[in-house]
């Protein structure tokens, strides 16, 4: 899989040029980039942003240079998410020096997780910012860039009381075609986990579910135009628990189970999940529901219960593993991805090595490790660090090669054998067309662009880097799916 199918991973994206006027404002088209980093959230909030802006006349274009509002969708995880945003800034400060030039305003907002964490501080260290605009309050955003142009400056980062869901602006029909076959639907947001590590708590705030009739609503009008495969989000999305029809709390298996209904929605997939909120329904969804793909995203961070219970993970790594075996058991050929965080305060070579043991044994698809970084005002920030620097790359390097020869081996078990693939697009190689295995892994093969939005069975051939090469299988499939040693834990 590429780096970018999972979460978390700086995405810098430009979500197609769609003309959505409304006609009755008729006010002059405004161009309107924007650049997310961090999580697939942060993919889903940019989408809401422009579909917010749409009515205020604002167009989307690929460059920062000419346009007349720039955003930055921020993200705080590391330090070096979070420091990447000044160095942008630094380089905007320049653009809108330019702009100012030829007598254009350009207006540049900071929103996401760094903007909700750092607030005024941001305009202190980079006065060229004009909104900071924090996740919550997204649907604020026409009245701040009018508020800043009025006073030069708006700032807001509070947790209004009102839902932003309700307000902001859905997708209209022809930017959903514009973004493809697949799409992120929010259906819980932030995190009541606290981990000691992580920010996500204090940018996101506290849990909330999105009740299951607005969701139904946006995934219907979704696969009204086109999409196909759905990836339901949330911080913590299997401690969903939005109100039913029924007036009941719904867990996320009884939500994925009604979504499986609605036609046209061929797959269905969801992250990222926690280990101590796998229920029952869970593991139902997964033995019945066929459109639920059989790959999840379950982070661990460490395989020593020592350092998990500094973590504050409340879970140990046998609890992981015993989760792991329920869905195993639930459904064949299930694979596993996973976050680790390496050189944690107090981790010694022997916490390490219950890591490596744990990754060893369980066999990932794939899965992301990082080095541990302290971040202000989380309960680690204020323990001692005991890794050095180097030792925490060593342990890294380590981590990775383990995990890297995981991921070979599974990609290279398709070889040979017949999987389904979702058509999701042209390749950049002429002729070729480009989807997605039930694994995330990119399948391409030379077909013409009409089976975008199919799900074919294609015979992989090879294996390029992370990318599988295989042609249509045009006769009856006789196909099996894609076991292999690692995804069945034999
Ligand atoms: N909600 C998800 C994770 C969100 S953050 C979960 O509970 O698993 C994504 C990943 O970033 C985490 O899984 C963790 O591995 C990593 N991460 C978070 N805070 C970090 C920190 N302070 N230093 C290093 N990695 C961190
Ligand atoms: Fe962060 Fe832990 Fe919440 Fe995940 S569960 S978002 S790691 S606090
Ligand atoms: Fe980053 Fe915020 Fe997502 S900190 S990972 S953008 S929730």
């Not at 167009?59 to 420091?83: G, P």
């Not at 042209?426 to 009409?450: E, F, K, M, W």
Request: charged content about 25%; hydrophobic content about 40%.
């Amino acid at each position: 899989m590429d780096a970018q199918s999972l979460d978390f991973h700086p995405t810098s994206l430009y979500l197609g040029a769609v003309l959505h006027l409304n006609p009755g404002s008729m006010k002059p088209p405004r161009k309107l980039h924007i650049k997310s980093y961090g999580c697939q959230m942060n993919v889903y909030d940019a989408q809401r942003m422009v579909d917010t802006l749409a009515p205020e006349g604002f167009v989307e274009t690929a460059s920062a240079e000419d346009a007349d509002l720039v955003i930055l969708n921020t993200c705080h995880i590391r330090e070096k998410a979070s420091e990447k945003v000044y160095s942008e800034l630094g380089r905007l400060r320049v653009a809108k020096d330019e702009a100012a030039r030829e007598g254009r305003t350009m207006q540049i907002a900071v929103a996401g997780c760094v903007a909700q964490a750092e607030g005024e501080e941001i305009v202190r260290r980079a006065p060229v910012v004009d909104v900071v605009v924090g996740p919550q309050s997204y649907h604020h955003l026409p009245e701040l860039l009018k508020r800043a142009g009025d006073e030069g400056r708006a700032i807001e980062t509070e947790f209004p009381a009102e839902d932003k869901f309700g307000f902001l602006a859905q997708p209209k029909p022809d930017a959903i075609r514009a973004r493809g076959i697949s799409a992120f639907v929010t259906v819980q947001e932030g995190c009541d986990k606290f981990c000691t590590f992580c920010v996500v708590p204090y940018t996101r705030g506290a849990e909330v579910s999105r009740p299951v009739a607005k969701i139904l609503d946006d995934v219907k009008r979704l696969a009204d135009n086109g999409v196909r495969e759905l990836t339901l989000i949330g911080q913590n999305v299997n401690a969903y628990h939005g109100e039913g029809p029924d007036g009941k709390s719904w867990p996320l298996g009884k939500l994925l189970e009604r979504l499986a209904q609605v036609p046209g929605i061929a797959r269905l997939r969801y992250s990222t999940s926690h280990p101590r909120d796998v229920d029952d329904s869970l593991i139902a969804a997964h033995r019945d529901l066929d459109s639920l793909m059989p790959f999840v995203h379950l982070p661990v961070q460490s395989g020593s219960d020592r350092i998990l219970a500094a973590m504050n993970r409340k879970h140990t790594a046998d609890d992981y593993r015993r989760v792991i075996d329920r869905f195993r058991t639930a459904r064949q050929g299930i694979a596993f991805s996973s976050d680790f965080i390496v050189g944690f305060p107090g981790e010694t070579e022997q916490d390490f090595r219950a890591t490596l043991a744990l990754v060893a044994q369980i066999g990932y698809a794939a899965a992301y490790s990082f080095k541990y970084s302290a971040r202000p005002g989380t309960p680690a920030a204020d323990m001692q660090e005991t890794v050095s620097p180097a030792e925490m790359d060593q342990r890294l390097e380590r981590l990775q090669e383990l995990i890297d020869s995981q991921q070979s081996a599974f990609n290279k078990a398709a070889i040979g054998t017949t999987v389904d693939v979702l058509f999701e697009r042209a390749a950049r190689n002429a002729g070729q067309i480009v989807g997605r295995t039930a694994y995330l892994q990119p399948a391409h093969v030379i077909a013409s662009a009409d089976i975008v939005g199919q799900i074919l069975p294609v015979r992989i051939g090879s294996l390029e880097r992370y990318s599988l090469l295989g042609e249509l299988v045009t006769q009856h499939p006789a196909h099996a799916p894609a076991l292999s040693p690692i995804a069945t834990g034999a």
